[in-house]
């Protein structure tokens, strides 16, 4: 569900403290960034010893969802409201300036913090689990086998509501000092891209089947 | 410094649990995806909170290197010995199953556990720095100036020494049940890559200057 507000509120921990310019609580420019990636970095604490987890994930609505198996003490962790803390970012270039001191990355990243709740209503279970394999796969011709009563119960599905939620993000050239701009150094950016394919069928595919188009929205 | 043994210790938070064919202690082979990733998620407990930052970082000998601006409280938290936990993870691949329940991801990724220190003897921290940067733009034919005494201040090196480290890792086809290989269902592998290029000289780079090859050795 959509909350109504355009930005999420900034408490202590998501006021962005050194370059507030790289800084926002704007809500679609976070759901765009988590819908742009795959892995998130879950962080947890775990007999006071901080642990840092990364998991395939997906954005419905204002929920970070996660998945994996029910045996996992950790997630079950998340599950049952433990802190967490799941950040992801996107690399999109490097930056050469003529200094050492101003090279850079130009990135993308949320972090959110929250207190994930396990899902175990049926119906709502698995359209989040849909929700995963839709996202890996979304020009997916021939949609898979679904998950059966066995899968579902080995699976165990988390929401972190997304409520305290920050992105930061650098673009552009390198930023080099006046006294700089003299050195016969070069510098600019180099772009990173993640590109997808070409596809690898399973030795066993069926002929007839078809692959999916290899143009992911995540993958620019 | 390389250590004499080719395997890190297995301690109890660094013991593979949930398929073990896909967990390794090897040392090379940890070495060998630090080398290959450029962003690291730094996990630490703040005030009994987890926190996760995304982070550059290299790798130098046994030593994890992270490094940023002295006014970071949480990077200084670690220097000063806080206990942290640092995460590298390669997205190889997205793979897609007859059944959603055997979708998956290849990937590489490295954990590490460990408390960092503060490297703050002048050529050692240089030494480190100038690892930071060769690793960015390993190719480049003119060097930037190296930092000067203020910069070098204002930056806080943090190392932290590869004790506890564990890698997974997952390559290869779906593993579909025997009973849904008659299904009409694309399965197989759709490979990602990280591709670099084309650069972007800065508007004021100089004549003459040469931007770096594009062949990171991180970058397939």
Sequence with gaps: MESQTTTFPVTPRTRIRRMPARGTHDRAEIHAILDAGLVCHVGLVDDGQPVVIPMAYARVGDDLVLHGARASRLLRAAGA????????????????????????????????????????????????????????????????????????????????????????????PPLDDAGDMGLAVWAGVVPLHVVAGPVVPDAGCLPGTTPPAVHWPHIR
Excluded: M, W
């Design 81 to 172: 409201g433990a802190p967490v803390c799941c950040a992801v970012t996107l690399l999109d270039g490097l930056v050469l300036a003529r200094s050492a001191f101003h090279h850079s990355v130009n990135y993308r990243s949320v972090v959110v913090y929250g207190r994930g709740q396990a899902v175990e209503e049926p119906e709502r279970k698995a359209a989040l689990l849909d929700a995963f394999t839709a996202r890996i796969a979304p020009g997916r011709p021939d949609p898979p086998r679904p998950a059966n009563a066995k899968e579902l119960a080995a699976t165990l599905v988390v929401r972190v509501p997304l409520v305290e939620a920050v992105a930061k993000r650098r673009s552009g």
